[in-house]
């Protein structure tokens, strides 16, 4: 593992007589991507703003290595969920000005200014008042606002929401060629197809605490059981004598079996009933999505007698 960037430790944060996160502890690496999950309401956007010293936590402590305890603000790139940039400004001014807080060099600011434009396909957007862009185009701009400075931690929270899918793996591009060259970043998003794709770590909270964490393909292996999907019209009850069943979904004519997590593939599908009518069958293992949807829900019940039982 590289080195660390940014170490949370023990972080407990309440307001007024409510809890809204306790002991929570990770830390980001150069060159990584990692993932902070929760459903809203967890505590992600309470754990950030205290990384970015927008507010300090009642418990704990967040050090930046080589940095110490001091928020090195002009070493931290931050894309906020809530965009906010002077509409009746033009692009360069703006993006000179966000540099020029971060005392980075004006004239590198505007080399790499012009290079992002180039790469995000707005090349000629300088003039441009900020009021004049679509909602994607400002997106870009804002996006660009926050790693002009080449920062050390880069934090993006919902960096996809609003783009279109073509933009949206210009961004996912852009963030990997970022940690390839030693950013540290934090990424925040309820897109978990996105998350998937693109993280090297993950630390899901719910509830203000850890329920997840560790690296996306341990995570995968440890959580995310294996499911049969069959399509067929298919009576409920034909599943009941099943073993190695969790729970079972059943929508038309598709029919999901969620597996324990022992459960041996090649012995399991020996027990499917012979008069079963299958047009598809497939099995593979549940995405992230699924196990958020978990996490958040608290589905973790066991299906019993063709039921299930939380």
């Not at 606002?145 to 899918?165: K, R, T, V, Y």
């Amino acid at each position: 593992m590289s080195e660390k960037v940014l170490t949370v430790n023990q972080l407990g944060k309440s307001f007024k007589k409510t809890r809204i996160v306790e002991g929570i502890s990770f830390d980001v690496y150069k060159g990584e991507i990692m993932a902070i999950l929760g459903p809203n309401g967890a505590g992600k956007s309470t754990t950030i703003r205290n990384i970015m010293g927008i507010m300090y936590p009642d418990e704990g402590e967040i050090i930046f290595h080589n940095h110490g305890k001091e928020i090195p603000r002009h070493k931290i790139g931050y894309l906020p969920e809530e965009r906010g940039l002077y509409k009746n400004v033009k692009v360069m001014d703006i993006l000179l000005y966000l540099a020029e807080l971060k005392n980075y060099p004006l004239k590198k600011a505007k080399k790499r200014v012009e290079e992002y434009l180039e790469k995000f396909d707005l090349k000629g957007k300088e003039k441009v008042s900020v009021e004049e862009l679509s909602k994607g185009m400002a997106q870009k701009i804002q996006f660009i606002g926050a790693i002009i400075h080449e920062p050390e931690l880069l934090i993006l929270d919902e960096p996809f929401s609003g783009l279109d899918p073509v933009s949206q793996e210009v961004f996912k591009e852009e963030i990997r060629s970022l940690a390839d060259n030693g950013t540290a970043i934090l990424l925040s998003s309820h897109q978990m197809n996105l998350v998937e794709e693109l993280c090297d770590r993950l630390f899901m909270i719910h509830k203000g605490r850890k329920v997840i964490t560790g690296l996306m393909e341990n995570v995968k292996e440890e959580y995310a059981n294996f499911k049969c999907t069959i399509v067929g019209e298919n009576d409920e009850q034909l599943f009941e004598q099943l073993p190695m069943v969790q729970r079972i979904e059943q929508k038309g004519i598709v029919t999901v079996i969620h597996l324990n997590q022992d459960v041996q593939i090649p012995l399991w599908l020996k027990e499917l009933p012979s008069n079963l009518m299958i047009q598809e069958l497939s099995i593979d293992r549940i995405s992230l999505h699924e196990i958020f949807v978990d996490v958040a829900t608290g589905h973790k019940g066991e299906r019993k007698g063709g039921k299930l039982h939380a």
